[in-house]
């Protein structure tokens, strides 16, 4: 592929994880990549090299997304370098890993600190790289949200309701960026993440990995690269559809099946 001809994406939080996975897939599939962190500057250094490997060219940028001339400063960066932004993947998360009985737990700053990153940061880039999506007549979007949006089970309560909130911000978001942009969200369920594993603990993690393994229709927790390749397919293929949110959990939120629904007739 020319030099020329290479998309640009912006992947936030994308120095581990799912961010990670986006990130070099895309520069698997051809695109320059800004690799973003906040305080992994080693891992974003590996991230960019793996996309290197993969042909891209990458700019590591270190922002937190809370910060809106930070976000400003980040598009302008790939526009000064490249020329354009194509894709944009709302990533960056932050959490308290707090257990829902323990009410005292979290506090307004809590709440405001997570939001700040969750669905004001998401908000923040995606004002950010509108206006050049919009002068080049194209653009997509993706936010990276979690179950707990959908069922108000995650890691905490005030995380569960910022990913109810980036939920619902993209359907609003799609009205007025349409039609030159795409913005759409992708649910995850468990994935199997360093991130998470240092919330919960070693031997917890382990243990819920195997539970919810046993327990998901599909018998599989996703990993990082299971969800990257959702995001970027939705940004590279439904070309007509937007504000859309998908579940990608291995079928959890569809329940389990009742004793009487083995074939016996009643």
């Given at each position: 592929?020319?030099?020329?001809?290479?998309?640009?994406?912006i992947?936030?939080g994308?120095?581990t994880g799912?961010g990670?996975?986006?990130a070099?897939?895309?520069a698997e599939?051809?695109?320059n990549?800004?690799?973003n962190?906040?305080?992994s500057k080693?891992?974003a250094?590996?991230?960019?090299a793996?996309?290197l490997?993969?042909g891209?060219?990458t700019?590591?940028?270190?922002?937190?997304v809370?910060?809106?001339?930070?976000?400003?400063?980040?598009?302008?960066?790939?526009?000064?370098?490249w020329?354009?932004?194509d894709y944009l993947?709302?990533?960056?998360a932050?959490?308290?890993?707090?257990?829902?009985?323990?009410l005292?737990g979290v506090?307004?700053?809590?709440?405001?600190?997570?939001y700040?990153v969750?669905?004001?940061?998401a908000?923040q880039?995606?004002?950010a790289?509108t206006?050049?999506?919009k002068?080049q007549g194209?653009g997509a979007?993706v936010n990276?949200?979690?179950?707990?949006g959908v069922t108000?089970?995650?890691?905490s309560?005030?995380y569960a309701?910022s990913?109810?909130?980036?939920n619902l911000?993209a359907k609003?978001l799609?009205?007025?960026?349409?039609?030159?942009?795409?913005?759409?969200t992708v649910?995850?369920?468990?994935?199997?993440?360093?991130?998470?594993?240092g919330?919960?603990g070693?031997e917890q993690?382990?243990a819920m990995?195997k539970t919810?393994?046993?327990q998901?229709?599909l018998?599989?927790?996703?990993?990082?690269?299971?969800i990257a390749?959702?995001?970027?397919?939705f940004?590279?293929?439904?070309?007509l559809?937007t504000?859309?949110?998908l579940i990608?959990?291995s079928g959890?939120?569809?329940g389990t099946?009742p004793?009487?629904?083995s074939?016996?007739?009643?």
């Open positions: 592929m020319k030099k020329a001809d290479r998309k640009v994406a992947v936030t994308s120095a799912v990670a996975a986006a070099i897939l895309l599939r051809g695109c990549v800004v690799v962190y906040t305080r080693a891992e250094d590996e991230t960019a793996a996309c490997a993969k891209a060219e700019i590591v940028f270190q922002a937190d809370s910060d809106d001339d930070a976000c400003r400063a980040m598009a302008q960066a790939a526009i000064d370098k020329g354009r932004i993947i709302n990533n960056a932050r959490t308290k890993f707090n257990p829902y009985p323990k005292d506090s307004k700053q809590d709440f405001l600190d997570i700040a969750n669905v004001v940061g908000y880039m995606i004002r790289v206006p050049i999506m002068k194209f979007i990276d949200s979690s179950i707990g108000g089970i995650a890691s309560i005030p309701a990913k109810a909130a980036l911000m609003s799609a009205h007025v960026l349409a039609p030159e942009i795409r913005i759409n649910v995850p369920g468990m994935i199997q993440t360093r991130w998470l594993k919330g919960m070693d993690y382990a990995i919810m393994g046993d998901l229709p018998k599989k927790v996703a990993t990082a690269e299971d390749g959702v995001l970027v397919w940004l590279e293929g439904p070309h559809i504000g859309e949110t990608v959990d959890i939120h569809i099946l004793p009487y629904s074939g016996d007739s009643y």
